[in-house]
């Protein structure tokens, strides 16, 4: 997944069913003998809405959690779609535009407070491990950069098969890759974690060797391939918002064609188009282990 220089300003047409972020705060500056609890935080895909619906196909969201035991106060931090998670998945077509429009960034969210209830209900809230406040505020330093270069959020994983093994085409760049990420830096600024079961919801196509098709102006521009701009917005149409079932239906008979009849699918990945000749099983939902990282190196001890 590509680092970019800087975070671009989002478009207007651009909007959230849910605004990003409402209560986000800056992160503090712990002082630096703070002996602060980190907690794993996990819980079904917008469990506020649907409860625990999502949770019974493993479809999981994840956040890391903060205590400091200086002055009492808890933390949340997490990342997610600035806009919703079908507007990262799927571009929007829009009149009088060639090029598909993506509204798919993506960003950390850090407030005060933990919804205790929201984690628990359905979800986890555990113990993992204790840093200082100086661990901390390197760990913040590195969330800054860490939000500033890597700006699109990305729901597909693509493999070559379902075998552990197998080549991975592309990798998520989603809510847990963060939360992994996190735990890493944590490790290798001397974080220990207890040693309990951590898994992680992946959403994998599976697909042959993918072919690179080239960015918007090479497709979409006025020397593009018509052709190919043609069949990439054809592909994504049914794709998009419905008002109606009937309407709903007839598109996912169109899906089902194209993906699974016709092995095709057109990834937008790092700002590029790739075809992704697919291949059985076609999509899997996983829900799989991710051991908890060791540092690479000790800067810290609590």
């Known amino acids: 997944?590509?680092?970019?220089?800087?975070?671009?300003?989002?478009?207007?047409?651009?909007?959230?069913?849910?605004?990003?972020?409402?209560?986000?705060?800056?992160?503090?500056?712990?002082?630096?003998?703070?002996?602060?609890?980190?907690?794993?935080?996990?819980?079904?895909?917008?469990?506020?809405?649907?409860?625990?619906?999502?949770?019974?196909?493993?479809?999981?969201?994840?956040?890391?959690?903060?205590?400091?035991s200086l002055t009492g106060k808890n933390y949340t931090m997490e990342w997610y779609e600035l806009f919703q998670l079908g507007n990262c998945t799927f571009p929007h077509l829009r009149p009088g535009m060639?090029?598909?429009?993506?509204?798919?960034?993506?960003?950390?969210?850090?407030?005060?407070?933990?919804?205790?209830?929201?984690?628990?209900?359905?979800?986890?809230?555990?113990?993992?491990?204790?840093?200082?406040?100086?661990?901390?505020?390197?760990?913040?330093?590195?969330?800054?950069?860490?939000?500033?270069?890597?700006?699109?959020?990305?729901?597909?994983?693509?493999?070559?098969?379902?075998d552990k093994q197998s080549t991975v085409w592309f990798d998520s760049y989603e809510c847990s890759k963060f939360i992994l990420r996190?735990?890493?830096?944590?490790?290798?600024?001397?974080?220990?974690?207890?040693?309990?079961?951590t898994n992680y919801t992946s959403i994998i196509l599976f697909s042959g060797e993918p072919i690179y098709l080239g960015n918007e102006t090479s497709i979409f521009g006025p020397l593009g391939n018509k052709t190919l701009a043609a069949a990439i917005r054809d592909f994504y149409y049914p794709f998009k918002p419905h008002q109606t079932v009937r309407a709903f239906f007839v598109d996912l008979l169109k899906i089902i064609d194209r993906v699974i009849l016709n092995h095709q699918?057109?990834?937008?990945?790092?700002?590029?188009?790739?075809?992704?000749?697919?291949?059985?099983?076609?999509?899997?939902i996983i829900y799989e282990e991710v051991p908890l990282p060791i540092g690479r190196k000790t800067s810290f001890g609590v």
């Open 1 to 68: 997944h590509r680092r970019f220089d800087y975070r671009p300003k989002t478009d207007p047409y651009c909007q959230a069913r849910y605004t990003f972020c409402p209560t986000g705060s800056a992160i503090p500056v712990m002082k630096e003998e703070d002996v602060i609890e980190v907690y794993r935080l996990q819980a079904p895909v917008w469990e506020f809405k649907y409860g625990d619906l999502l949770g019974h196909l493993k479809i999981m969201h994840d956040a890391v959690g903060f205590k400091s």
């Open 98 to 162: 060639d090029a598909p429009f993506w509204c798919n960034q993506g960003a950390a969210c850090f407030y005060e407070g933990i919804d205790d209830a929201h984690w628990k209900e359905n979800g986890t809230l555990v113990l993992m491990t204790t840093i200082s406040g100086t661990m901390f505020n390197e760990m913040a330093k590195w969330v800054k950069y860490d939000n500033e270069t890597g700006i699109y959020y990305e729901t597909w994983t693509v493999q070559a098969s379902p």
């Open 182 to 197: 996190t735990y890493q830096k944590l490790a290798d600024l001397g974080a220990v974690f207890q040693k309990i079961q």
């Open 265 to 284: 699918f057109y990834l937008f990945y790092n700002l590029e188009y790739w075809f992704l000749p697919m291949k059985y099983p076609y999509l899997k």
